[in-house]
């Protein structure tokens, strides 16, 4: 079982943190199938959730039910299971890589299976619009990220650093190793939901030739 921390964050926000941070995915999915009276929004990240509140909520109280969160960490891996994953083609043609399995002591090919193999959780959103931050820590394919970044990286390049995977939602300066492209548009204006990624969004990455 996994306690919570609840700090204050200024006048009307609270920021929580697992004590396991590996147990983030499973305060998300019970905060948002258990919403709370008086919390208008949540905020995930690395391992810690703000909340925000809402004008006039009682913060004491809502601060003491938060302090009253266990989670079990028999359920982590069943977090945000309620819509099917998101299917991302690959091309892994991506010019990082070799370097990227050279890092790993593997082979491309076990690269890309492992890539492909497990089923990725986007923990948080950041960096940019739809730029989502994937976790699956059982692929084991952390590598640190580029010495040096690129100016410009393509969008739909598929990356990896530090633990994650990610996805270019648009051409932009980037410093993870590039893997592979899709041609998913994974931030689109005229969709309702222009981000085709969100916190909880489950992904798996399927290898293409084109």
Same mark, same amino acid.
């Given at each position: 079982?996994?306690? $919570?921390?609840v700090r204050p964050a200024g006048d009307r926000a609270l920021l929580l943190e697992p004590d396991d941070?590996?147990?983030?995915? $499973?305060?998300?999915?019970?905060?948002?199938?258990?919403?709370?009276? #008086?919390?208008?929004?949540?905020?995930?990240?690395?391992t810690t959730v703000l909340l925000t509140l809402r004008a006039g909520a009682d913060v004491a109280v809502? @601060?003491?039910?938060?302090?009253?969160?266990?989670?079990?960490? +028999?359920?982590?891996?069943?977090?945000?299971?309620?819509?099917?994953?998101?299917? /991302?083609?690959?091309?892994?043609?991506?010019?990082?890589?070799? !370097? =990227? =399995?050279? %890092?790993? #002591?593997?082979?491309?090919? @076990?690269? $890309?299976?492992?890539?492909?193999?497990? @089923?990725?959780?986007?923990?948080?959103?950041?960096? &940019?619009?739809?730029? +989502?931050?994937?976790? =699956?820590?059982?692929?084991? %394919?952390?590598?640190?990220?580029?010495?040096?970044?690129?100016?410009? /990286?393509?969008?739909?390049?598929? &990356? %990896? !650093?530090? +633990?994650?995977?990610?996805?270019?939602?648009?051409?932009?300066? +980037?410093?993870?190793?590039?893997?592979?492209?899709?041609?998913?548009?994974?931030?689109?204006?005229d969709r309702p939901e222009p981000a085709l990624l969100r916190a909880g969004t489950r992904v798996r990455? $399927?290898? /293409? @030739?084109?």
């Open positions: 079982m996994t306690a $919570v921390t941070a590996a147990q983030l995915p $499973v305060l998300l999915d019970q905060l948002r199938h258990a919403p709370i009276d #008086g919390v208008a929004d949540l905020l995930p990240a690395a809502i @601060e003491n039910r938060l302090r009253t969160l266990v989670l079990d960490s +028999g359920t982590a891996d069943h977090a945000g299971t309620a819509a099917d994953p998101v299917t /991302v083609p690959v091309r892994y043609d991506g010019p990082d890589l070799a !370097a =990227a =399995a050279d %890092l790993l #002591g593997i082979t491309t090919r @076990e690269l $890309v299976d492992r890539h492909t193999g497990a @089923e990725w959780y986007c923990a948080f959103i950041g960096f &940019a619009p739809g730029f +989502g931050y994937l976790q =699956a820590p059982r692929a084991q %394919l952390t590598v640190p990220r580029r010495a040096q970044a690129r100016t410009v /990286v393509p969008a739909g390049s598929v &990356a %990896l !650093a530090g +633990g994650y995977s990610a996805i270019y939602p648009r051409s932009s300066p +980037g410093g993870w190793q590039l893997i592979g492209r899709t041609d998913l548009a994974l931030w689109d204006q990455f $399927v290898a /293409v @030739e084109r």
